[in-house]
């Protein structure tokens, strides 16, 4: 019997042998189903070793073999070894996260065949006589089979539809083999591009898109160009002709950018398959995706973060749109940079990868510093829109109602009178973030966080907003009994009441997560927009981005001063980057656009540099500064978080670690090794969890990742080892986005 060397999808680092039957055949990348404790699980087999370090009598069998060959191409097996080595993943996390939920499973990896719905010959004859007049959509479903069978899977008619008439023997069932047909062989006589819907190029645009076309090989662009200045448009002329080479496209785009408006402009451009993959779509057409991308059936996917492990049969281009956006970094299980990885898998297939932004992060435009990504710059808006003019709001001046300033009410209603449409931006759902005692200063706070509670006006509860619990509005204070309760701070439900009495004649849309709980609900408002039917837009970040309202002529920023102080040192960083997206929804089309910013501390150097100077200067400053206190992008992190219900537990895991890192760095000579912690984390308590941090900082990456493969490699003291402690949740997180 042969052995077989198998990863499993569980948070150890090392893998696991089994005896492969005689009568089973079985290669690297291969899906096997494997007998694990009580359990069976699916493992990909990493390799066929001649021996193993357990006596052969302890290994157990292989029970099946799900494929014949390899569900990864070679070029994401590779990609996806190295992540799991520079992330300290195991691979078998990694590996198994790349694939589709159904194959995770156990599904077969090739579409074998497709069941269609067939008209019968008592069917035709149903229709012949009319016999279902009555029932006016079971006769369109018919009269449509006449044309050709469809999928079962067709939502067009519904399933009740179909299974009445199956009942009636008016259809059936029928098997249809599916031989993969390449793009290009499916595309004809068509060209790959609708050439009427292409735009002519501005100068700036067409510098940029011969600079592109020029590249041969790989190569990372940064297309730094600010908003509306035409990005989306080259992104466009670019992958036409990467298509027209016969090759693949891959779009990623951040989780809330990927709206039905992005994909329209591409499936408006192009006559070639495209798959969209993102958290809306199901596990059914996840799998058909794969499948279509890997046999070369589909010419383009566009898709979030995940779609960067969908298997090309020949990949050509990677665009990244809003590279600099947080969603590109995966914050749990193995914390991957899609934007990170998509770079080092361009270099490995020789092709070039075209980030874009309006406002770059400070780690892509040191890389352009450092010349390892080359810059194109757009200046200017495209087509007819204008630059915004902003503004600051100094609220130390203002008189207030409930949170706006007069200063701002008169620009609304300004606006509001020419028939324009008004966007309000406030990061902060509910009515408001803080319930407290008049007569003695008692916070309402959830017991499992220690934070405050939300006051949640509509839906008359409390809730934590960092772990979902919620309870019954309080009636007496918890300490002094006092009756007199008042909320402070303002959330979106207390803005759209205020502007209601406000402004009754306007029609006010608010768009945050609890507002569009429903399915649906976000379709409508934005509907309701685009048809003018709402005047006053309130909105959480999900506005912020890849919405385009062409009769926003205002945007205000509510309330941006609690980022003006935070302890996260790239809050300044993403609060620049939200200004700019929220001031360029602003006078999208035609129209003139204005941007309000209220805040108390008008001289803020951020804010003075941001409105007078821009992002650029903004960013270049921010660099030096990062720069002279050794923080990233000038160095390296990696950051261990324990979490428990005991407190000392959690400390003492990661004091081991920190112990092993003190040892390393006088035995290997490495004195700017930095360890800071063990600490708790700024977010101390979560759902009761108590949580510490240990974070590790070297100039040199290189260095760095050194450090951290010998502490994995070290017998006594790695994860695995201190995973044991059940009671103690471990993880590493290499290059942290999010320190909280
Ligand atoms: P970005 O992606 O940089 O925000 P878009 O590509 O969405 O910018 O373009 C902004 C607007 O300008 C869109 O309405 C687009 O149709 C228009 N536009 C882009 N390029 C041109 C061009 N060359 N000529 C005319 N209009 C253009
Ligand atoms: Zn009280
Ligand atoms: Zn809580």
Redesign the pocket.
Same mark, same amino acid.
């Given at each position: 019997m042969k052995i077989v060397r198998v990863a499993l999808a569980v948070p150890l680092m090392r893998f696991f042998d089994y005896l492969l039957p005689l009568d089973m055949a079985v290669d690297v990348g291969v899906r096997v189903q494997v007998p694990f404790g009580p359990q069976k699980r699916i493992g990909i087999v990493v390799a066929l070793p001649e021996q193993s370090d357990l006596p052969v009598e302890q290994l157990k069998a292989v029970q099946a073999v799900l494929d014949e060959q390899s569900v990864f191409t070679p070029e994401l097996w590779h990609l996806l070894n190295w992540a799991a080595n520079y992330y300290q993943a195991p691979l078998g996390e990694v590996l198994l996260s790349a694939l589709p939920t159904k194959l995770r499973n156990g599904e077969s990896a090739v579409q074998k065949s497709k069941t269609l719905w067939n008209l019968t010959a008592l069917g035709a004859q149903a229709l012949q006589s009319g016999e279902l007049k009555k029932a006016k959509k079971q006769q369109d479903a018919l009269q449509a089979l006449t044309i050709s069978p469809l999928e079962k899977g067709n939502n067009e008619f519904g399933v009740a539809i179909w299974s009445a008439l199956k009942a009636k023997q008016f259809i059936e069932e029928q098997e249809q083999i599916i031989t993969p047909i390449h793009w290009q062989e499916a595309l004809g006589e068509l060209p790959v591009a609708k050439a009427e819907n292409r735009?002519?190029?501005?100068q700036q645009?067409a510098l940029a898109l011969t600079k592109l076309l020029f590249q041969q090989g790989f190569a990372a662009f940064l297309l730094d160009?600010v908003?509306?200045?035409?990005?989306?448009?080259i992104y466009l002329q670019l992958i036409e002709e990467t298509l027209k080479k016969g090759k693949q496209v891959l779009v990623l785009v951040p989780e809330i950018g990927l709206t039905p408006q992005t994909v329209q402009r591409f499936m408006a451009r192009f006559n070639v398959p495209i798959d969209v993959l993102h958290s809306n779509v199901n596990d059914t057409q996840r799998l058909q995706a794969w499948q279509r991308a890997r046999t070369a059936q589909s010419a383009v996917i566009i898709g979030t973060r995940s779609a960067l492990f969908t298997p090309f049969s020949d990949l050509g281009l990677i665009v990244i749109d809003e590279e600099h956006d947080a969603s590109f970094k995966q914050q749990d299980g193995w914390r991957y940079h899609a934007r990170d990885l998509a770079v080092v898998y361009a270099k490995q297939l020789d092709i070039p990868v075209l980030m874009g932004s $309006?406002t770059p992060s400070l780690e892509s435009l040191n890389n352009v510093q450092q010349g390892k990504y080359q810059a194109i710059l757009?200046s200017k808006r $495209?087509?007819q829109?204008q630059a915004v003019q902003s503004q600051l709001i100094d609220l130390k001046t203002q008189n207030m109602v409930n949170g706006l300033s007069v200063a701002l009410l008169k620009k609304m209603e300004a606006h509001l009178q020419k028939g324009n449409q008004v966007l309000l931006f406030l990061n902060r759902r509910g009515f408001a973030p803080v319930l407290l005692c008049h007569e003695c200063g008692w916070i309402a706070t959830c017991s499992h966080c220690d934070k405050p509670l939300t006051y949640h006006q509509q839906q008359r509860v409390m809730r934590c907003h960092h772990c979902s619990s919620q309870r019954p509005i309080p009636r007496q204070c918890g300490d002094c009994g006092s009756t007199h309760l008042v909320t402070t701070g303002l959330g979106t439900e207390q803005l759209e009441q205020t502007l209601q009495e406000r402004f009754p004649q306007y029609g006010i849309a608010r768009i945050d997560r609890d507002s569009t709980a429903r399915k649906g609900k976000l379709e409508s408002y934005l509907s309701d927009i685009h048809q003018g039917k709402s005047q006053i837009l309130i909105g959480t970040q999900m506005l912020a981005k890849g919405h385009h309202f062409p009769d926003v002529t205002l945007v205000a920023l509510v309330n941006v001063d609690s980022s003006l102080f935070s302890v996260d040192f790239r809050a300044e960083e993403r609060l620049a980057q939200l200004y700019v997206q929220v001031a360029g929804r602003a006078g999208?089309a035609e129209k003139q656009g204005e941007v309000v910013l209220q805040t108390h501390y008008p001289d803020h150097p951020l804010l003075q540099r941001l409105l007078h100077d821009g992002y650029a200067a903004f960013a270049n400053e921010t660099l030096k500064m990062r720069q002279t206190m050794g923080l990233p992008p000038f160095s390296s992190q990696a950051l261990f978080k324990a979490q428990s219900r005991q407190s000392a537990e959690a400390e003492q895991s990661l004091s081991q670690i920190a112990e092993f890192f003190y040892q390393w760095k006088v035995a290997k000579n490495q004195p700017h090794l930095q360890i800071l912690g063990v600490m708790p984390a700024p977010f101390a308590k979560k759902a009761d969890q108590y949580r510490w941090q240990l974070l590790l900082q070297h100039s040199s990456r290189q260095i760095l990742q050194h450090a951290l493969r010998d502490f994995q490699h070290h017998s006594a003291c790695n994860l695995d080892e201190l995973r044991k402690n059940g009671k103690v949740r471990l993880n590493l997180d290499v290059d942290p986005q999010d320190l909280s």
């Amino acid at each position: 019997m042969k052995i077989v060397r198998v990863a499993l999808a569980v948070p150890l680092m090392r893998f696991f042998d089994y005896l492969l039957p005689l009568d089973m055949a079985v290669d690297v990348g291969v899906r096997v189903q494997v007998p694990f404790g009580p359990q069976k699980r699916i493992g990909i087999v990493v390799a066929l070793p001649e021996q193993s370090d357990l006596p052969v009598e302890q290994l157990k069998a292989v029970q099946a073999v799900l494929d014949e060959q390899s569900v990864f191409t070679p070029e994401l097996w590779h990609l996806l070894n190295w992540a799991a080595n520079y992330y300290q993943a195991p691979l078998g996390e990694v590996l198994l996260s790349a694939l589709p939920t159904k194959l995770r499973n156990g599904e077969s990896a090739v579409q074998k065949s497709k069941t269609l719905w067939n008209l019968t010959a008592l069917g035709a004859q149903a229709l012949q006589s009319g016999e279902l007049k009555k029932a006016k959509k079971q006769q369109d479903a018919l009269q449509a089979l006449t044309i050709s069978p469809l999928e079962k899977g067709n939502n067009e008619f519904g399933v009740a539809i179909w299974s009445a008439l199956k009942a009636k023997q008016f259809i059936e069932e029928q098997e249809q083999i599916i031989t993969p047909i390449h793009w290009q062989e499916a595309l004809g006589e068509l060209p790959v591009a609708k050439a009427e819907n292409r735009l002519k190029l501005n100068q700036q645009q067409a510098l940029a898109l011969t600079k592109l076309l020029f590249q041969q090989g790989f190569a990372a662009f940064l297309l730094d160009g600010v908003t509306g200045s035409g990005k989306t448009e080259i992104y466009l002329q670019l992958i036409e002709e990467t298509l027209k080479k016969g090759k693949q496209v891959l779009v990623l785009v951040p989780e809330i950018g990927l709206t039905p408006q992005t994909v329209q402009r591409f499936m408006a451009r192009f006559n070639v398959p495209i798959d969209v993959l993102h958290s809306n779509v199901n596990d059914t057409q996840r799998l058909q995706a794969w499948q279509r991308a890997r046999t070369a059936q589909s010419a383009v996917i566009i898709g979030t973060r995940s779609a960067l492990f969908t298997p090309f049969s020949d990949l050509g281009l990677i665009v990244i749109d809003e590279e600099h956006d947080a969603s590109f970094k995966q914050q749990d299980g193995w914390r991957y940079h899609a934007r990170d990885l998509a770079v080092v898998y361009a270099k490995q297939l020789d092709i070039p990868v075209l980030m874009g932004s $309006a406002t770059p992060s400070l780690e892509s435009l040191n890389n352009v510093q450092q010349g390892k990504y080359q810059a194109i710059l757009l200046s200017k808006r $495209a087509g007819q829109a204008q630059a915004v003019q902003s503004q600051l709001i100094d609220l130390k001046t203002q008189n207030m109602v409930n949170g706006l300033s007069v200063a701002l009410l008169k620009k609304m209603e300004a606006h509001l009178q020419k028939g324009n449409q008004v966007l309000l931006f406030l990061n902060r759902r509910g009515f408001a973030p803080v319930l407290l005692c008049h007569e003695c200063g008692w916070i309402a706070t959830c017991s499992h966080c220690d934070k405050p509670l939300t006051y949640h006006q509509q839906q008359r509860v409390m809730r934590c907003h960092h772990c979902s619990s919620q309870r019954p509005i309080p009636r007496q204070c918890g300490d002094c009994g006092s009756t007199h309760l008042v909320t402070t701070g303002l959330g979106t439900e207390q803005l759209e009441q205020t502007l209601q009495e406000r402004f009754p004649q306007y029609g006010i849309a608010r768009i945050d997560r609890d507002s569009t709980a429903r399915k649906g609900k976000l379709e409508s408002y934005l509907s309701d927009i685009h048809q003018g039917k709402s005047q006053i837009l309130i909105g959480t970040q999900m506005l912020a981005k890849g919405h385009h309202f062409p009769d926003v002529t205002l945007v205000a920023l509510v309330n941006v001063d609690s980022s003006l102080f935070s302890v996260d040192f790239r809050a300044e960083e993403r609060l620049a980057q939200l200004y700019v997206q929220v001031a360029g929804r602003a006078g999208r089309a035609e129209k003139q656009g204005e941007v309000v910013l209220q805040t108390h501390y008008p001289d803020h150097p951020l804010l003075q540099r941001l409105l007078h100077d821009g992002y650029a200067a903004f960013a270049n400053e921010t660099l030096k500064m990062r720069q002279t206190m050794g923080l990233p992008p000038f160095s390296s992190q990696a950051l261990f978080k324990a979490q428990s219900r005991q407190s000392a537990e959690a400390e003492q895991s990661l004091s081991q670690i920190a112990e092993f890192f003190y040892q390393w760095k006088v035995a290997k000579n490495q004195p700017h090794l930095q360890i800071l912690g063990v600490m708790p984390a700024p977010f101390a308590k979560k759902a009761d969890q108590y949580r510490w941090q240990l974070l590790l900082q070297h100039s040199s990456r290189q260095i760095l990742q050194h450090a951290l493969r010998d502490f994995q490699h070290h017998s006594a003291c790695n994860l695995d080892e201190l995973r044991k402690n059940g009671k103690v949740r471990l993880n590493l997180d290499v290059d942290p986005q999010d320190l909280s």
